[in-house]
T-cell receptor, first 112, second 110 residues
């Protein structure tokens, strides 16, 4: 399978715990994006990497959120001290210079 | 103020009943307009990119068109398997991220 993959697919955690999600983009894509989607809404942009450089961050990305893309390959998104409002689907997408973003299956986070 | 507005929020069609979904946008310096399909519990699936007014693209029963202020997704003779949420997104200026609308939930009954 050469699409975008995300792990885990589901994560249930207690409030205050830290969680980390992983995204593996399509191998030839140099751009990687993170979005968050809640029920009944479209995805909302969080952050964007070109190769290993983090080029854009949304104001939605509070200090509790951090993303990395070491060596320009896979990316991780960490949420520290989770809150119930963090419950959402976290989506990763990748693109080449053609600009079309291809999404992974998402990681559904539930904070109890 | 929403930059991307989709209508209707929900649409119920009988199999074979053609219709259109609307996406209006207010961003300046449109770099691209994107249509995605999303099934419940899954990530969005890329359908089309449109770059300039007057552009049209087709894929099976779907046809997307673009004007300076809006885009339409026309569905011809839909089938039950076309049931999904259809998302519209725009890319503005030099920004890399997509700005999404809330989507139109399409149900096609046999």
């Amino acid at each position: 399978d050469t699409g975008v993959s995300q792990n885990p697919r589901h994560k249930i955690t207690k409030r205050g715990q830290n969680v980390t999600f992983r995204c593996d983009p399509i191998s030839e894509h140099n751009r990687l994006y993170w979005y968050r989607q809640t029920l009944g809404q479209g995805p909302e942009f969080l952050t964007y990497f070109q190769n290993e450089a983090q080029l854009e961050k949304s104001r939605l990305l509070s200090d509790r959120f951090s993303a990395e893309r070491p060596k320009g390959s896979f990316s991780t998104l960490e949420i520290q001290r989770t809150e119930q409002g963090d419950s959402a689907m976290y989506l990763c997408a990748s693109s080449s210079i053609r600009n079309e973003q291809f999404f992974g299956p998402g990681t559904r986070l539930t904070v109890l | 103020e929403d930059q991307v507005t989709q209508s209707p929020e929900a649409l119920r069609l009988q199999e074979g009943e053609s219709s259109s979904l609307n996406c209006s946008y207010t961003v300046s310096g449109l770099r691209g307009l994107f249509w995605y399909r999303q099934d419940p519990g899954k990530g969005p699936e890329f359908l089309f990119t449109l770059y300039s007014a007057g552009e049209e693209k087709e894929k099976e029963r779907l046809k997307a068109t673009l004007t300076k202020k809006e885009s339409f997704l026309h569905i011809t003779a839909p089938k039950p398997e076309d049931s999904a949420t259809y998302l519209c997104a725009v890319q503005e200026g030099s920004q890399g991220n997509l700005i999404f609308g809330k989507g139109t939930k399409l149900s096609v009954k046999p």
